[in-house]
């Protein structure tokens, strides 16, 4: 089939991770797209990429600074990688142009930023899908099959924990900025999204918010060695940052949240975490619990029921049905998995390839996307809810933060951006 015109917009790390992405898809033979623009007001970042583009795929995309210089090159799709703040920017100016749209998470910075894109993909016949890649992982997908057949009967718990940091910087300087995004909201929407994926939607959040560490430090500064650099994407801008700042968003949360069918939610995220950190990830059944395996790790699920202890292939025998899609089987290796083995880059660019292969069969027509603007929405709003929460003191309701009647917190953050 004509391949589909794209570019990729925001040439940073994100960027080149998308990119790797894309190679992987093309490598195996399922690329439905032509990168045709590399697009970023960073001109050596854009050429970078470019660059890059130019050994994966033989043809270097052309290096443009923003939108309006894309339209000379008919493009027909965009991949925008922009930091948070520009998300609804990028976004609603593509979908006015009548180009398709890949948008990293979260959908917006705020929820009204989120919104906006939604009401611009209502009003403009494109495709808007929202890169969540941690549901795409092999794994989650098994640990989906095994509740939908019941294998610990009715869901009642749901404990979700992720606890490092001390006072180090997470990935970047902007991470850390409550009107860039902040942890709770860039870390948080993979979890929120996770959550809702395996259990549905979230309706009640009460929640305790902190800012543990005030001053971040970043010891890649300068060239030395970074504590977060996922898939070594990030080291070359790592070491041009700030060997300390202010940090101005929230570092940690600890909520409880109620599931429209019933279930519990206990959520600790916190970033700031000295001495021992953690990850878990458990729920708890009527009839067993399922131990998760953290994201893109590949390790194997635990199955507790009554003493029965599952935690082989043998999990496979409990959904007969169970299968991977043509694109996930292809590149991790088969249609049942119920383990892989890849290094964390190698993973990462896997499941974005997954990404890219949904949105060009949705553009084709082929498909849907899983993860559309709406649904994008949702993990922001609950992750905001949390925020909300924590700033009032009191229960939210994810329909209120949603429809923007609870908006506290991400009032000065809409106002800076104008909208």
């Known amino acids: 089939m ?16 998308h990119l790797r992405g894309l190679a992987e898809l093309h490598r195996a033979g399922l690329s439905r797209f032509e990168l045709v623009g590399a697009c970023d007001p960073v001109q050596a970042n854009a050429e970078s990429l470019a660059d890059e583009a130019a050994e994966h795929f033989g043809q270097r995309p052309t290096v443009v600074a923003d939108l309006a210089e894309l339209t000379r090159l008919e493009v027909q799709a965009i991949d925008a990688t922009t930091t948070p703040r520009y998300h609804h920017t990028v976004a609603v100016e593509a979908l006015k142009l009548g180009w398709h749209v890949m948008v990293e998470k979260p959908l917006g910075v705020t929820v009204r930023a989120g919104n906006l894109i939604i009401a611009a993909a209502d009003q403009n016949d494109c495709v808007v899908s929202v890169a969540e890649n941690y549901r795409r992982d092999p ?17 009642r718990l749901l404990i979700q924990q992720a606890m490092g940091g001390g006072d180090s910087m997470t990935i970047s300087v902007w991470r850390h900025q409550k009107d860039q995004s902040g ?38 500064a300068g ?33 409880v949240l109620t599931f429209k069918n019933g279930a519990v939610g206990h959520y600790l995220e916190d970033h700031a975490t000295h001495g021992q950190g953690g990850w878990k990830r458990q729920i708890h059944g009527s009839r067993g619990s399922l131990d998760l395996p953290g994201d893109r790790s590949g390790r194997t699920i635990t199955l507790n029921r009554g003493g029965e202890v599952i935690d082989d292939g043998r999990i496979l025998d409990l959904v007969p049905d169970f299968r991977l899609n043509e694109v996930t089987a ?15 880059a190698e993973t990462d660019r896997k499941l974005i390839a997954v990404e890219y292969g949904e ?61």
Not at 330 to 344: Q, S
Not at 392 to 417: H, M
């Open 359 to 419: 949105f060009a069969s949705a553009i084709a027509g082929q498909g849907q996307i899983e993860v559309d603007a709406r649904q994008g929405a949702r993990s922001v709003a609950v992750s905001y809810g949390i925020l909300e929460s924590g700033h009032l003191g009191q229960i939210v309701t994810t329909a209120d933060v949603l429809a923007e009647r609870v908006d506290a917190y991400q009032r000065e953050i809409n106002q800076g951006l104008g909208i």
């Open 183 to 220: 942890l709770i909201l860039d870390v948080g929407v993979h979890y929120t999204d996770m959550m809702e994926y395996f259990l549905g939607d979230i309706e009640t959040i009460y929640a305790q918010t902190r800012l543990h560490e005030p001053i971040r430090k970043n010891p890649a």
């Open 223 to 255: 060239g030395g060695s970074s504590t977060s650099n996922p898939a070594g994407v990030y080291g070359k801008w790592q070491k041009d940052m700030p060997a300390e700042f202010e940090a101005t968003a929230e570092d940690a949360a600890y909520a």
């Open 139 to 155: 794994i989650n997908r098994l640990a989906k099959a095994l509740l939908a057949a019941g294998a610990i009967g009715q869901p």
């Open 2 to 17: 004509e391949k589909i015109r794209l570019a990729i917009v925001g040439c940073g790390g994100m960027g080149h991770r």
């Open 330 to 344: 292809t590149l991790f290796g088969g249609e049942r998995l119920w383990r892989y083995d890849f290094p964390f």
